[in-house]
């Protein structure tokens, strides 16, 4: 299976932030931010944004003295022992932030040896998961979820999947042609957020934004009630803007 690999805005903040982590760590004793913008070539603004985020996510901190050094995160990713249950608790953190900030139930999903798989999910009282009436794995034809991994495959690799997966008629508004819904794949921006506008279930509509890593495929999607369809494409591009964090722990 092939891959369509196209950057993203998350992909050149994480490539920025490795940089600057990795300058933070060669550095025991600490560094300055001046230290940094000339160790990592990257402007005064750019830089800011990129240490607020990392502080913010517990990879580096702020000594007394206000240079930095690597933080607890980023320690316990590095660390070959328990690294499984570190990333997955780090990236349940990450996901009930950005749950609280699009105020929508958000997911993180995976495309595993030609299968849609969720792995984790973050949801709450006032935003609720959508209901799994019809199995991911069965329907990609339908999910924004499902349409943002498939988007990331090349030709053959989507053909070998709707081959697998009968492509049904969920909603009135699902869309049942292999011919279109390839046609409308290819033509999808890797920038741009995949939408589900009740195409999987009625009464709720979708959005989903790539974070392919490496050779792994997967995607963020948040879900909303469609009575808050006019939220959608907002919350769409804070998902997006806010995907970097997700992207760096499966970098480190």
Partial sequence: MALKHEPTAPHHSVQDALRVLETVARRTTGVTDTELARGTGLGTERLTALL???RREAYVTQTADGTYAT????????????HEEALRDTLQHTLDRLRDSVGAAVYMSRYVDGEVKVTQYADGPATPKVNEWVDFRCSAHATALGKSLLTQLDHNGRRDHLARYRMARLTSRTITSDKLLLSRLEAQPPTVPVLDLQEYAVGTVCAAVPIT????????????????????????????????????????
């Fill in 213 to 252: 890593a490496g050779s792994s495929v997967g995607c963020l999607a948040l879900s909303l009630p469609v009575q808050h369809a006019h939220r959608l494409r907002r919350a769409a591009d804070t998902l997006n803007r806010n995907a970097a964090p997700v992207l760096l722990s499966l970098a480190i």
């Fill in 71 to 82: 933080g607890p995160a980023f320690a316990r990713l590095g660390s070959a022992q328990g």
């Fill in 52 to 54: 607020r985020m990392l």
